[in-house]
């Protein structure tokens, strides 16, 4: 059983177009997050949500749009996809230790190319 | 803003050997981890270590972190061909709600 899975694995698609990434954790977590890792493998954080909520976004231009439908799921919607946007996009999950997040569940990773 | 940097930025060793990999932060933090990743794949934690910890081990890896220096190492004893793979330290803020990446040590472990 994979705990948290995120669809498509890989995406190439044309400058100008939109395009959507889904993930779904199954570990009863309440926290989620999408990261993207550059081609040099530097993880930056995009966005984060608690219980559907909002709790972090990073300095993400607002042609990325997250979506939780419940604390299940995170979807990733971009639209107007730049040549710069091509990375790999990973989504986590995690629970809490002693109030604070405790270790990150990723996601296999989409690599999205644009071309 | 970046908060861990590993050091070094890549390492090659021959199996059997340790390694160790360093990492530096910032500001105040509330946990730091590491984890792993294998070409084309996700991460995969490792180990957590909490502010007030010093040490922590989990069977050949061994984590230290020192708060005074802003630092962490973590050491794999008597490595393996199979722990060829890019390792991060990540770390928690005390708000709770940020894990932040540092660009990872690519190691190779050569049979």
């Known amino acids: 059983d994979t705990a948290v899975s995120q669809t498509p694995k890989y995406l190439v698609t044309q400058m100008g177009n939109d395009k959507s990434i889904k993930c779904e954790q199954n570990?009863?977590?309440?926290?989620m997050y999408w990261y993207k890792q550059d081609s040099k493998k530097f993880l930056k954080i995009m966005f984060s949500?608690?219980?559907?909520?909002?709790?972090i976004n990073e300095t993400v231009p607002n042609r990325f749009s997250p979506k939780s439908p419940d604390k299940a799921h995170l979807n990733l919607h971009i639209n107007s996809l730049e040549l710069g946007d091509s990375a790999v996009y990973f989504c986590?999950?995690?629970?809490?230790?002693?109030?604070?997040?405790?270790?990150?569940?990723f996601g296999e990773g989409s690599r999205l190319t644009v071309l | 803003s970046q908060q861990g940097e590993e050091d070094p930025q890549a390492l090659s060793i021959q199996e059997g050997e340790n390694a160790t990999m360093n990492c530096s932060y910032k500001?105040?933090?509330?946990?730091l981890q590491w984890y792993r990743q294998n070409s084309g794949r996700g991460l995969v934690h490792l180990i957590l270590?909490?502010?007030?910890?010093r040490e922590k081990h989990s069977g050949r890896l061994r984590v230290t972190l020192d708060t005074s220096k802003k630092s962490s190492s973590l050491l794999i004893t008597a490595s393996r061909a199979a722990d060829t793979a890019s390792y991060f330290c990540?770390?928690?803020?005390?708000?709770?709600?940020?894990?932040?990446f540092g660009p990872g040590t690519r190691l190779s472990v050569l049979p």
């Open positions: 500001t105040s933090i509330n946990n």
């Open positions: 990540a770390t928690g803020d005390n708000y709770g709600q940020n894990f932040v």
């Open positions: 949500y608690n219980n559907k909520e909002l709790i």
């Open positions: 570990l009863g977590h309440d926290t």
């Open positions: 986590a999950s995690s629970g809490t230790e002693r109030g604070f997040p405790g270790e990150l569940f």
């Open positions: 270590i909490r502010s007030n910890e």
